[in-house]
């Protein structure tokens, strides 16, 4: 997922024309009075989204530093208190309410935490570093400091897109906190082909275009036609009211999804910093797997609809020919496997790490 809506590909592929930075507060001056959304707003959206959740959960910011805080589910029955608790990273644009349909099924087995990424969802959004390695520690930095004080001793790392990026660099730091990874969909992990750009030549007019909108980060279209917004998600992402069909009859998904991602871009930039043109990742984390300690065992999940090409997980496999590397491929799902398929996703999850104690 290089986006939660469909405007994201067409800009992502204007990035490489111009080399022009922005930061992105001069926008959030007018934006309020523009964009139909506030806090207050995308927190009752999330509730909408969390109340089809029969299990009893709490919901609580935790402090990190410099005064940031990260929103943060709780999922802890008495029955799996003393289990490996499980981490869920979401990915780039998204938040704590996608995996709506996976808290039920996963917390029965362990205790769940998700939380909303630093400069997404309900967490802080700080100004992050231009700096794509820096980014990057920061992101992994605030999960640190999130364990720390949460409490957690050991955990299994669950990421989607961005979050499966940010899962491996953070146990690459930190391995001795890892029991368990699974990578859904990962983002990052491939070099840019060498020969994209003789192979897939970028027509005059895309050029001209990308000169335009270079400065302006993945989603702004989103916040620039304002009251339109969510009109937008809903004509271009239908898809997802589908997704959570069983759950839902009304937009309560577009709606969250549109309030998600017209507050202030912070995560959205330090995406942008984190990438180079048609979204590749400036620091490939496929160049940093021999660095992860070869104990910790990996499942990688992919849908078989998904247009993400699925060599990274062959190829991490070959790269670790004696640690435990699966592959796992589910049936009629896309790149949002835990939303398209969610029973299958729930059951091979659970599977895959069932042997952790």
Known sequence: MLSVVGVHSVVSSLWSYVDTTIKWCWIPSWLPSWCPTSQSQLQAAEDRMLR??????????????????????????????????????????????????????????????????MGFGQSSRPLFSSDAQAVEDQFVESIEQWRAKIGLESMILLGHNLGGYLAVSYSIKYPGRIKHIVLVEPWGFPERPDTEESDRPIPLWIKALGAMFSPFNPLAGLRLVGPLGPTLVQTLRPDFKRKFSSLFSDNTVSEYIYHLNVQTPSGETAFKNMTISF??????????????????????????????????????????????????????????????????????VSQACEKVA
């Not at 896309?334 to 299958?344: I, K, M, R, S």
Request: net charge positive.
């Open 52 to 117: 089809c959740v029969d299990s009893s959960f709490s919901k609580k910011y935790v402090p990190i530093s410099n005064d940031n805080q990260l929103w943060t589910l709780t999922f802890s029955s008495v029955s799996v208190k003393d289990k490996t608790p499980m981490v869920l990273l979401h990915g780039f644009g998204g938040g704590v309410g996608l995996w709506a349909q996976n808290l039920d099924a996963l917390s029965q087995c362990r205790p769940v935490f998700a939380l909303d990424l």
């Open 279 to 348: 979204g590749w990742a400036k620091r490939p984390m496929l160049q940093r797997m021999d660095q992860l300690h070869p104990k910790i065992p990996i499942n990688i999940i992919y849908g078989s609809r998904s247009s993400v090409d699925s060599n990274s997980g062959s190829t991490i496999k070959k790269m670790r020919p004696h640690s435990h590397v699966e592959i796992i491929t589910i049936r009629g799902a896309g790149h949002y496997v835990y939303a398209d398929q969610p029973e299958d996703f729930n059951h091979r």
